[in-house]
Every structure is written in C-alpha cells, then in structure tokens.
C-alpha cells in the first residue's frame, strides 16, 4: 500500500513563507503523478499544484501561480510545496495525493491520500 505523510504546517503571518513536505512510500514512486490540495474552512476540496512523472507537466490553480511552487525528489520519495506571499484565503488544510498507475503484476492502480497538515495565515 501507498503511504503519505505531509509535514510543514504551522501559523504565518500574511506575505510570509512555508514548506510543506509529504513523504512518501512505495518502489516505483517516479511513476506517481502527485498532488496538493487544500480544504478551507467550511468549503469543498480545491486542487492547488500537480507535478508529473520525473519532474515534468507541472501546472497550478491560477489563484497560486506565481506564489506557490511544487517540486519532487525521486531519489528521496519526497514531494514540497513551498509557498511564498501567503494570504489570509491560502489558509486550510493541505492535503498530498498520489495518483498511481498500474504496472503489471507489480503496482496496483489506486488513488491515495496523506492526512493532510494544517496552514494558518493571520493578520
């Protein structure tokens, strides 16, 4: 089975910066599209950054761009977020996601959740 686990999380001051890291296991993870998504208080899950295999196909919700930057280490099994001039709206929890395909006999296909890291931007 796919584990993740995020870490980072913490209160910051609006224009402020954080790192979210989400570890994860599994031995084919350069094959994992990952994902971060947030639930703000009392609204629905939103998609925030995708990152694709090796790195690549990289693309945000427009509400981030510019401020928010994903990244991954294959070697390591490890996906980031850093997020940079946070606003008051940026605040909720932060949820990794690993889409993983089918490889034959030796990865199941599945859709996997981390239980997510808690982001406060105050005033």
């Known amino acids: 089975q796919v584990q993740l686990v995020e870490s980072g999380g913490g209160v910051v001051q609006a224009g402020g910066s954080l790192r979210l890291s989400c570890a994860v296991s599994?031995?084919?993870?350069?094959?994992?599209?990952m994902g971060w998504y947030r639930r703000a208080p009392g609204k629905d899950r939103e998609f925030v950054a995708h990152?694709?295999?090796?790195?690549?196909?990289?693309h945000y919700t427009d509400s981030v761009k510019g401020r928010f930057t994903i990244s991954r280490d294959n070697n390591k099994n490890m996906v980031y977020l850093q997020m940079d001039s946070l606003k008051l709206e940026d605040t909720g929890t932060y949820y990794c996601?690993?889409?993983?395909?089918?490889?034959?006999?030796?990865?199941?296909?599945?859709?996997?959740w981390g239980q997510g890291t808690q982001v406060t931007v105050s005033s």
């Open positions: 996601n690993a889409e993983v395909p089918k490889l034959g006999s030796d990865q199941d296909r599945g859709d996997y």
């Open positions: 990152i694709g295999w090796e790195g690549r196909n990289i």
């Open positions: 599994g031995r084919h993870f350069s094959t994992y599209e």
